[in-house]
C-alpha cells in the first residue's frame, strides 16, 4: 500500500517574517536581501512578483522593475526562530518529519491519515491551526512519493492543497510548462525546448520513448527524472535523530546558478542557521561538510576536520565558504548544504579541556619539583626544562629585536 509523503512549504517564508513584525508591510512589494550592485534578492513578497521580481534575481534588477519596492535587510535570528516553531509545529502532527531547508519539509502522514475521509478538510485545519500559533502561511502537497508532494505544493500558492496520486500525474503534470518541472533547471529548460519538449507531457513521452536527443541532453538524471514521472519516486522520509550526530541544513535554489555572490549570500544563511541550531542543543563539532547539487542532481560533498570543536558563525561560515572556493568548478548549481559533524556536548567538551590543561599543569609541576630537588642534592644548577631553555632563547631574540 502506498505511503502518504506530504511536502509543506512556508510562502514567502522571510518576507513573511517581516510582515509578522511589522504589519504594514502586508499588501505591499517586498524583497529581503542586501541592496547594492552584490545584493541578491533572498525572497519577495507576490506583490513584487507582478512586477518580475523573483528569487535570485540582482537586487538593482528588482528596484529598475519595482520603484515601489521595499527592501528589508535578512534578519536570520528571527527567520530561525519562526523557522524551529514551524517544525515543532509539524512534529506535534507527526514524528516522521525531515527537513528539507529552512521554510520547508517532507512528513509521512500514513499513520496520521489513516481512516481520515477527508484529507483536504484535515489540511485546511493544519493550515489555520499553523497560522494561529505562528502567523505563518503555508502551502500542502500530499502525495506517495517526495517528488509528487513536492510538485504538488507548488501548484496552488499561496495557502494551496494539492492531492497527487500516481494516476492523477498526465491530469495534473502533462501539461504543465517543463520549467515547472522539479528537477528541471533554468539551464535545461530552454535547451529541452530547442528540441521540441515544451511541457512535462512532452518531456514524459519523450523519456518513455528514449529520445536519444533529449537523453543527450539530460544524461543519467533522464533515469531518474522517467522514473518520477512513472510513479516511482522515493517515499522515504529520513527522521533526525533524537542525540544528532550532525547537525545541517540545505537550500534549493530558485533555478540553477553559478552567481558566487548569490551563493556565497546562501551560505552565509545556511552557516548562521546551522550555528544557532547546534547551540540550541548544545552542540560543537570537528568537521564541517558542504554539499553542492549540480543540475543532474548529482552531490559533490567535501568536508573539513579541525580542533578545537565549535559552534560559531564565523567559523563555520568561513570554513564553508572556503571548502567551496576550493572545490567549486563553476557549473551551475541547484543546492548548496552545511553539516556540522562529529558532534559532543559543550559541557563535557569544556570539562575534557579543562582537564586536560589540569593534567598539563600538573605535568609540568611535578617536572619543575623533580629538577629542583636534583639540583638541590647536587648543589649545583646544573638541570633545566627543555622548555624553560627555549623560552630564555626566545627572550633573547625578542631582546635583540627590540633593541634593533
Known sequence: MSKIIVHIDLNAFFVRCEEIKDPTLEGKPVAVGRIGRSGIVSTCSYEARKFGVHSGMPMFKALALCKDLIVKQVDFNFYSVLSREFMMFVRTYTKKMEIASVDECYADFSEVLSGVKDPIGYFRK???????????FCSIGIAPSKFLAKMGSDLKKPNGITIIRNRDIPQKLYGLAIDKMYGVGAKTGPRLKSVGVKTIGD???????ENPKVIDILGKFHVV????????????????????????????????????????HFFEILAKEVSQRAKKEGKLGTTIQIVMRDAYFKNHNKSTTFSPPTNDFQTIFERSLKLFDKN??????????????????????????????????EQESVTKLLINELNRKMDKPLLKRASDIEKKKGNKKDGNQRRD
Open 126 to 136: 493544519f493550515q489555520a491551526e499553523l497560522f494561529k500559533k505562528t502567523k505563518l
Open 203 to 209: 518531456l514524459a513521452r519523450e523519456l518513455n520513448d
Open 225 to 264: 527524472l522517467k522514473s518520477w514521472l512513472n510513479g516511482q519516486g522515493s517515499d522515504v522520509v529520513e527522521e533526525e535523530q533524537d542525540d544528532p550526530k550532525s547537525i545541517g541544513n540545505s537550500t534549493t535554489f530558485p533555478h540553477d546558478t553559478n552567481n558566487f555572490e548569490e551563493i556565497k
Open 328 to 361: 567549486y568548478d563553476g557549473k551551475p548549481l541547484r543546492l548548496v548544504g552545511i553539516t556540522l559533524q562529529n558532534l559532543m556536548n559543550q559541557d563535557e567538551v569544556t570539562i575534557q579541556m579543562t582537564f586536560d590543561d589540569f593534567q598539563k599543569h
